[in-house]
């Protein structure tokens, strides 16, 4: 995979430390970018999750864009609605795509926020676990940076690790399952290059081990 440097992102600036959308990550000892687009996300893309819902669940995502080219800006201008969709012929196949992720994980493991936790973003699509329907409402999506089939790096599964040693801290979190696993007739993601035994083995914790997933 080609690698390009990854330039700034002028038109979704970094939001200040005291706007009300952060939500307390900022405790994980690792730098967290938020952004935010240049308008309000429309409904489709994201909102308020449930009064009383609680958030027991990650799915793990993959994603770059072009497919298997990294370092860009590009995969951030999807999810502040920033992406030029002439900018690369690949871009017209998703322009009609509606998502959001609550979090993004580069390669070289900085982690950007682009949804609160306390809202719902549109990452899972239709979906199930555990018999239950609509994974949206009860889930906290994070992308890392890749392909179906790269090994992700190490530095994503130690940011990975510690983004959901927080969620434990602060959210009823209990499962973790691949967008593959909650989707299996339409997703692959992330795929034969994410291996389970490196994300659980990160910082040697024995929070991971408490959570369910199926393959483990």
């Known amino acids: 995979s080609s690698v390009a440097p990854a330039p700034t992102l002028a038109s979704a600036p970094v939001a ?9 990550i900022l ?6 970018t938020v952004r935010f687009g240049r308008r309000e996300l429309p409904l489709k893309e994201l909102t308020s999750l ?16 072009p497919p298997g080219q990294y370092g860009g800006p590009q995969v951030e201008a999807l999810f502040t609605n920033t992406l030029d969709w002439d900018a690369h012929p690949y871009f017209q196949q998703i322009r009609d795509l509606r998502v959001s992720a609550h979090f993004l994980i580069r390669r070289d493991g900085a982690l950007i926020q682009f949804v609160s936790i306390h809202d719902r973003a549109w990452h899972a699509g239709v979906s199930q676990w555990r018999g239950r329907s609509r994974c949206n409402d009860f889930s906290v999506g994070v992308e890392l940076e890749g ?22 801290r602060n959210a009823a979190l209990t499962d973790v399952a691949a967008h ?29 081990q408490s959570l369910r997933h199926l393959v483990c």
Do not use: C
């Open 16 to 24: 200040q430390l005291n706007d009300p959308r952060i939500d307390m």
């Open 27 to 32: 405790d994980m000892e690792l730098p967290l």
């Open 50 to 65: 449930a009064p009383g819902a609680v958030i027991d669940l990650v799915v793990i995502h993959s994603i770059s864009l």
């Open 147 to 168: 392909t179906d089939t790269d090994p992700f790096t190490l530095p994503q599964y130690d940011t990975l690790a510690k983004l959901t040693q927080t969620l434990q």
């Open 180 to 208: 593959s696993d909650v989707a299996p007739s339409r997703k692959t993601d992330p795929g034969v290059g994410f291996d389970w035994r490196s994300y659980r083995s990160e910082e040697h914790t024995s929070e991971l």
